[in-house]
């Protein structure tokens, strides 16, 4: 175990290479993981293509750099200050990275660490390069250092595929929890159907909202949803031409939805995230989780009289993930819905064919060492 | 309909005499509500007849006076400045009355209110005779008034005789909210079964707790709730003589569990409460809803060392009550648990038989005008 | 006192006329209170002329009405139910109206009640007539009825003239409290010397806000509010053209800021709040309680990618306005910064002349019957 | 810079040793501090003496083992992951040493870490002893590693002696934090002019808390305290003889104070505890974070009648360390008032005598190396 598989981005535009690497060693505060399991977001394609241009405050590592979001795996070693994991523990590696010393780090407040930075994907702040560094392989390989802050035990009943799938499904979880959406919630979600918008519908399903309305596309992905949570959840295809707030005020007796959850795809227009919030009730709150990226024309006056909170999330928490953990043990959410197509780590460059997405949310894409 | 037939007290320790009064009238803010069923709690006799002697500081009402704390009934009539009710809608009336005034009441804090009052039961403040005159008739007459504030609607599928057993379901429910218990908590319920404590398990299942333990007396009653969630309840019967906390601790990694609900019965010795006590996690949350009326001993050191937070809970709030409605009516609260014993108003005072409560907190006694 | 003087409007763009009207009875719930000083606010002429083809969503009571927002004198009249008043208490009457029984105002938020309606101003919802109906006499006039629910205690310490000074001060209060702005907080108010951003300055003060950054025009009245707290308090000018979220930032050694208050004049452009939102550290909050009308384009990527929560904030809570008579009385909050305006209930027409504000939020106009 | 001198515990009830020992190794997430002054608490003599008797659950480090709690001093060298640290920096350390992996430490819930420590002092969890491994050299010797996490920087006006009574100055801070105390609260603090006692006053005063009421034994101390805040602080002398709920209350209009923060020394009986929380205002919050040992008598009914919540709370956190710096730096936070007592580490044997506190809370001993 002294030198492993790893696939690497040399330059932007050609595939990944496979090289044979040295095995990183853990530090004190760290574990070190055998990858079982490595999910493929459909947006892992624009990061690897597009990101610099779309955002170029979103700094990539340098090149040549290993990437792969979400890793489910095997403890096989870990540091000498690691207390409360073992070899041969199952984990999930939240892959956001924090600086550690940053106001925001000290204050417990690690989600808004200064230089906050994806693992194997890409950062949100100038410093980021010094956690790649700290970190420089993700999934896309056979092992991989973590620090022990970011473990998510997988109970039994969870396979490593579907593990890997937790990152967006953590990222709706966490927007739930800021909507406080539980039971008596009517929440809303933009793109029912989609990779983060079915994890949305999941995860309100197992946090007890009553009533979950959205739009969707597809009809048959549509029927396949309304079929999880019978009688809670309705769906307006975006076809079929109405007016999305009136559609969706008309369940709660005029009064509006507690919570819109904003699940868009990259490129989609933002005028759909601003209908979605005029279906909001006086105090409710709407959720950006999704890929709206244009620059977009708000409502700032009608979001003030009607005390709107327009929130930003970001992915999510450890916390975020072990309590999706729980919920699965307990039979709570739901992960069989997923049809997995596993990639062989031997043939990762294939995993980034979006095509492969062929069933909406209900693909999961995974790179297999 | 000028007048009413009215069970009322006229001296403590003598029967109920049922009486022929005016029908009150509604005020601008208030509504009128023909009563269809009103709970009995076994607690109401001790409220009848020992409470001024154990409880001096919470005054009943005057005598004569009318009882009854739960009631489900139709809305007859409304006041000039109530918007949102119309005459036919089905409501349950939370009994909890407040001042208005004082500045938890203009806080919109309504549940601290400085003479916060249970219609129909008792008061918490010295002046809760205003509170009891403003509102002479509760739950077992045929009609009584209401302030806008109290009204819960019910969802079709739920009778009102389920509606009138939402007391002290509500009571549970109001504790594991400020337990924040949801999706990945370990939870624990001093008194399982009883009438607080089956509350607490079935909104523990339909907010997504994921492990629900507690404690209980009847075998047979512990495999009936096990039965509502298997795999997610773990019941330690009392005369097993086993420690509690290390019992519940052990399903938690021995970290301890995040919640205890105490539902024990009045005249429960306080060393149960105690006892689980220890069950918590560092920074876990003891709710305490149930009956221990003695002095207790409380480990005050360790608690600080543990960051304990002790939280005494009464009652709870109308948007508790409308969010239990909401999870009735999407199958996430399961009401048809209960064997309803109904009593006709003509026989009130046989409601008062605590002999009826054969079956523990499945029992539900309710008078039916 | 039968009857009063009372100042109407029948007509959009005409003088309001001085009538004499029946004093209004206070309900079970109310108080009758006499007007000792109501407050003018540069807006009510906006309102009074523009709004309904600004807003027409939030609409004016039908005319003729009586106008006037923020009203502060002596109880001489309480309902039968009010407990907590006497005559004679001095009291700053909170004009937010909400109708008691929408879902949101059961649940003891009363902020959203889906009908909420400024007395002697403007409504926020479909049936906001309705709370006109109830209360039609505000400010402009010798007598007015008030919710036991609405009022705040003034201290010795505060005039009438201050106290009609709340609703502006009540506001910014309100967004601090939302950006839990206090001790080690640094935060950034748009429009620092207005008459919102004057209130924000003095709360922030008072709430012990650690350092306070801000825009504003006039060098004048800039030096004037640094001198308030001196070393915690530091402006840039609008006309010095700097990046205004640079220079926000190089307070906080670039992490940026915990909050921003916008308190922008009715008017200005969008772009000016944006600006201000990227002077925001991860997971920092904005708040808008300015006037900015306009249709903004915003950067809702950076918004996500920054987890950046933007709050649109409508006026305060009664237990604010309670916060605020404390710190006046204990001295943390100084009022005697205003210079007040006094004119007569008989010459109200003058009070609507935009010139009175001669001073930015130091002037304090106030109509005295 | 290869040894430096510290002092150790060989023995209980021994005097501590000097030794000749080497400096420690930062690990990567840890940064190496030269010791300017180490505060000593009155406790800290029970601690060395009495503390495996009066708390057996509560384990001291191994002997031999240096103390130390509250260290401020200079960062001499960083480990390689640390960021937003420099050499020369001023920083007090936290001394609350975290596990890192267990469910609360994952959750980014420190301070209910399973086995929180505190380095130089004792800990909360049965395994503590790996703690005290990891950061051997606490507060009396000349250098000592400190995870990045715990580091509140210092501001140019607060001494090292100053920033070296961080420890109860902090304790108290997080109490008022958990209390929401600010703005418009009244606040009853048992032991007002005590090591915690006097630290919850200054934080109440620069946290704008309204009105601060109190107990005391000296009258020359309480004459003290009353001048920092003219008219805000109310305190009773202990030997008045009056009672303290009914003393309290007259001050709030009969409804009692907000929270009660619990300041009492060790060896104190918990009457006195429990005599404060009946000056609770239904719903109100009491704090514990004093030295109350013996098991309490509490009187839980009322606590559940009036809805009290009675919070153990244990220590700080870093961002109130750092909320307390951000205090003192403008101005609102004097830590002016005390007066040192420095003892060298040579004579560190000498800190222990607790005759040096003559001044109460006004003392604040400290080891200079």
């Known amino acids: 175990m002294d030198t492993m598989l790893a696939a690497r981005l040399h330059r932007t535009g050609q595939p990944?290479?496979?090289?044979?690497?040295?095995?990183?060693?853990?530090?004190?505060?760290?574990?070190?993981?055998?990858?079982?399991?490595?999910?493929?977001?459909?947006?892992?394609?624009?990061?690897?293509?597009?990101?610099?241009?779309?955002?170029?405050?979103?700094?990539?590592?340098?090149?040549?750099a290993n990437f792969g979001l979400d890793v489910a795996g095997d403890i096989v070693e870990v540091g000498e200050l690691v207390q409360n994991f073992r070899k041969g523990d199952r984990v999930y590696v939240n892959p956001g990275l924090t600086c550690g010393s940053c106001p925001a780090c000290r204050a417990d407040d690690t989600m808004n660490c200064t230089n906050y930075t994806f693992r194997g994907y890409f950062g949100f702040g100038p410093d980021s390069q010094k956690q790649f560094d700290a970190y420089p392989f993700a999934g896309m390989c056979e092992y991989s250092t973590a620090p022990q802050h970011n473990l998510v035990t997988i109970p039994d009943n969870v396979t490593y595929e579907q593990a890997a799938r937790y990152g967006y499904i953590g990222?709706?979880?966490?927007?739930?929890?800021?909507?406080?959406?539980?039971?008596?919630?009517?929440?809303?979600?933009?793109?029912?159907?989609?990779?983060?918008?079915?994890?949305?519908?999941?995860?309100?399903?197992?946090?007890?909202?009553?009533?979950?309305?959205?739009?969707?596309?597809?009809?048959?992905?549509?029927?396949?949803?309304?079929?999880?949570?019978?009688?809670?959840?309705?769906?307006?295809?975006?076809?079929e031409g109405k007016n999305v707030a009136e559609w969706a005020r008309a369940f709660t007796g005029g009064h509006g939805v507690d919570a819109t959850i904003d699940c868009l795809a990259p490129g989609t227009s933002g005028k759909f995230l601003m209908d979605a919030i005029y279906a909001l009730r006086r105090g409710g709150k709407a959720i950006n989780i999704g890929g709206v990226g244009e620059k977009t024309v708000?409502?700032?006056?009608?979001?003030?009289?009607?005390?709107?909170?327009?929130?930003?999330?970001?992915?999510?928490?450890?916390?975020?993930?072990?309590?999706?953990?729980?919920?699965?043990?307990?039979?709570?959410?739901?992960?069989?819905?997923?049809?997995?197509?596993?990639?062989?780590?031997?043939?990762?460059?294939?995993?980034?064919?979006?095509s492969l997405f062929r069933n909406g949310g209900f693909t999961n894409v995974v790179v297999v060492p």
Request: charged share 20%; proline share 6%; net charge positive.
């Open 16 to 64: 990944m290479k496979l090289e044979r690497v040295p095995v990183p060693k853990p530090r004190p505060t760290d574990v070190l993981v055998a990858v079982k399991a490595c999910g493929v977001v459909p947006n892992l394609m624009n990061v690897l293509t597009h990101w610099q241009s779309w955002f170029p405050e979103l700094p990539l590592p340098k090149l040549p």
């Open 171 to 239: 990222t709706a979880y966490a927007a739930l929890r800021k909507a406080n959406a539980g039971a008596g919630s009517t929440i809303f979600i933009n793109g029912l159907t989609g990779t983060l918008g079915l994890g949305a519908t999941l995860c309100a399903i197992g946090r007890g909202v009553t009533k979950i309305l959205g739009t969707a596309r597809d009809r048959a992905r549509i029927e396949r949803v309304k079929a999880m949570a019978p009688g809670r959840i309705e769906v307006l295809a975006q076809d």
């Open 298 to 354: 708000m409502d700032v006056h009608w979001m003030m009289d009607n005390q709107i909170e327009f929130i930003g999330s970001n992915w999510f928490t450890t916390a975020d993930g072990q309590a999706m953990s729980a919920m699965a043990a307990a039979g709570l959410l739901d992960l069989s819905v997923f049809e997995h197509v596993r990639v062989p780590l031997a043939e990762v460059n294939r995993a980034l064919d979006g």
